[in-house]
């Protein structure tokens, strides 16, 4: 098992920057690959970011390649997403994920991922 705690949300405006935060906590946090996903009202969790579990690999939706920049500190049990750019179309809450799928991908599946955190709201105003 491995518990997930999402932090960094906010309001900002157009143009401007967030960096979430997912702190990890019980089993071995470097074995697992992890994810960062979101759902805005009335949408359907998407894929955003993913990372290997030893940075190796990293992948990113269409919408936020360029902008957005997923890394993890295995030291320190966290995976981070630095969001540049924002656009109101960002808006949603942001969920970060594990997975102990194994191999040395980064997973953009979101069946795949066996464990979520509560998730963190962002907000991009106009």
């Known amino acids: 098992q491995v518990q997930l705690v999402e932090s960094g949300g906010g309001l900002v405006q157009a143009g401007g920057s967030l960096r979430l935060s997912c702190a990890a906590s019980?089993?071995?946090?470097?074995?697992?690959?992890m994810g960062w996903f979101r759902q805005a009202p009335g949408k359907e969790r998407e894929f955003v970011a993913a990372i290997s579990w030893n940075s190796g690999n990293t992948c990113y939706s269409d919408s936020v390649k360029g902008r957005f920049t997923i890394s993890r500190d295995n030291a320190k049990n966290t995976v981070y997403l630095q969001m540049n750019s924002l656009k109101p179309e960002d808006t949603a809450v942001y969920y970060c994920?594990?997975?102990?799928?194994?191999?040395?991908?980064?997973?953009?599946?979101?069946?795949?991922?066996?464990?979520w955190g509560q998730g963190t709201q962002v907000t991009v105003s106009s």
């Open positions: 994920a594990a997975t102990d799928f194994g191999g040395t991908s980064c997973y953009t599946e979101r069946g795949l991922y066996d464990y």
């Open positions: 019980g089993r071995t946090f470097s074995s697992y690959a």
